[in-house]
Nanobody
Framework: QVQLVESGGGLVQAGGSLVLSCAAS????????MGWFRQAPGKEREFVAA????????DYTDSVKGRFIISRDNAKHLLYVQMNSLKPEDTAVYYC????????????????WGQGTQVTVSS
């Protein structure tokens, strides 16, 4: 069992930055690849970024490439996403998720989810 708790969301103006954190507890954090997903009102939850178990590999959806950076600190059981040059279309609830061993872009393949944190980008 893995428990995930996101933090760091809020209201920011377009062009601004935010850092989201995800604190993990329970089983060995390094056993899990991690992902960030987001869900805007009326839309399906979509993949944002993912990172391998020890941080050597990352993946981003095209719309955030060059603006978002995913990272992790296995010693502290923390996952991060640095979000720069934010746009109104980035407004959503952001979720972190854990998948045993390998990461995926498919939300159905993740085993554990946090409760989400709201990010609102004003124009």
């Amino acid at each position: 069992q893995v428990q995930l708790v996101e933090s760091g969301g809020g209201l920011v103006q377009a062009g601004g930055s935010l850092v989201l954190s995800c604190a993990a507890s329970g089983r060995a954090f390094s056993d899990y690849a991690m992902g960030w997903f987001r869900q805007a009102p009326g839309k399906e939850r979509e993949f944002v970024a993912a990172i391998s178990r020890f941080g050597g590999n990352t993946d981003y959806t095209d719309s955030v490439k060059g603006r978002f950076i995913i990272s992790r600190d296995n010693a502290k059981h923390l996952l991060y996403v640095q979000m720069n040059s934010l746009k109104p279309e980035d407004t959503a609830v952001y979720y972190c998720a854990a998948r045993y061993r390998e990461y995926s872009r498919d939300r159905r393949e993740y085993n554990y989810w946090g409760q989400g944190t709201q990010v609102t980008v004003s124009s």
